[in-house]
């Protein structure tokens, strides 16, 4: 059966690519979608930014057809402020908009913001059905069990917010003193995901790295999707990895530089986006990850993140191709 948010169909077990600060821009998102993710969100937008007209918080905004469906995820501590961002945000055309209560880092949190909500749900509850009523568009939230281990909330959460109108809900294992420490404890979101009351589609995140164990976790915890975040990042192909073992139970193998000729990190739209000088710095920090855990290949690595031109990457790239000495090791890395 097929996962509803509002009037978005995103299929039977959608995989969805988390809002990450300075990694789920346009380049990024583009690469993930190539690769099978099936829905994805912005960077997290601040609410305080899109008022006073921040150039950065307003490129941000910044969403292309070919990526639909996508969201906007906003956050912020003033009710009045989220209100005006979610208008802000629906005039940018996005699919949805997200609010994100599960930021745990210091300079959101401790601002009354991202996690900090959950110490508040009454106001978290005010703030989501401002942002609801503000927008045409469906809302959702991601957020954390709870603040920490003594006050984990997300059950009352969950109710509360599926009252107020929001159309699903992601979790993410941690709780906010976690940080992105430990490991992430699913077991609250199975028990929401059982409770017959809450309606709304509920997705799973933290710590899927793999595809077993996305299809491991998918049984166990009976979520509606998962959402990926750091796992995707020099490792792009993970979506449609996860996609080909649910339904074959095997690997999928993919060709270095050889069947898929497709460069996982799109050097025109980096550019284009960003700019050649940072364009270029984007790229190299994302192919360096994708040769992590290869024997021998420091050298290689070096030149990659010192490569001052996207011509130099391409000259770099077509070396580590011809190269013998990687010709099996490199043989599951898609460039």
């Not at 550019?271 to 994708?290: A, C, D, L, Q």
Request: hydrophobic content about 35%; charged content about 25%.
């Amino acid at each position: 059966m097929s996962v509803q948010i509002g009037n978005i169909d995103l299929g039977e077990f959608p995989l969805l690519l988390a809002p990450m600060e300075d990694v789920s821009d346009p380049p990024f998102r583009y690469v993930c979608k190539q690769h099978g993710a099936d829905m994805m969100y912005t960077e997290f937008i601040s609410s305080e930014g899109l008022i006073r007209d921040a150039a950065k918080s307003r490129k941000k905004l910044d969403i292309f057809e070919y990526e639909r469906p996508i969201g906007i995820q906003i956050f912020g501590s003033d009710i009045e402020h989220m209100r005006e961002a979610s208008e802000i945000s629906s005039q940018a055309g996005p699919d949805l908009i997200d609010i994100n209560y599960g930021c745990p880092v210091k300079n959101v949190a401790c601002r009354g913001a991202g996690a900090s909500l959950l110490q508040d749900i009454d106001k978290m509850v005010a703030m989501t059905k401002a942002v609801v009523e503000a927008t045409h568009l469906p809302v959702t939230v991601k957020t954390a069990p709870g603040w920490d281990d003594n006050t984990k909330n997300v059950q009352e959460v969950a109710m509360r917010l599926q009252d107020v109108g929001i159309k699903a809900l992601t979790i993410h294992g941690r709780t906010r003193a976690q940080m992105y420490k430990g490991s992430a404890d699913w077991s609250l979101i199975r028990e929401i995901k059982r409770n017959p009351q809450i309606q709304i589609p509920i997705f799973g995140n933290g710590d899927i790295d793999s595809p077993e164990k996305a299809a491991a976790w998918r049984l166990e915890y009976g979520v509606d999707g998962m959402m990926i975040g750091r796992a995707a990042i020099g490792y792009p192909w993970i979506f449609r990895e996860i996609k080909h073992y649910f339904k074959t139970g095997e690997h999928r193998q993919t060709n270095f530089c050889r069947a898929d000729r497709r460069l996982p990190y799109p050097p025109v739209k980096s550019i284009e986006w960003k700019g050649p000088k940072t364009g270029v710095f984007e790229m190299r920090r994302h192919y360096s990850n994708y040769f992590k855990g290869i024997d021998n290949f420091k050298e290689y690595r070096m030149k990659l993140v010192t490569a001052g031109t996207f011509e130099e990457l391409e000259d770099i790239l077509h070396e580590i191709e011809h190269n013998p000495r990687f010709e099996n090791s490199v043989s599951a890395i898609e460039i």
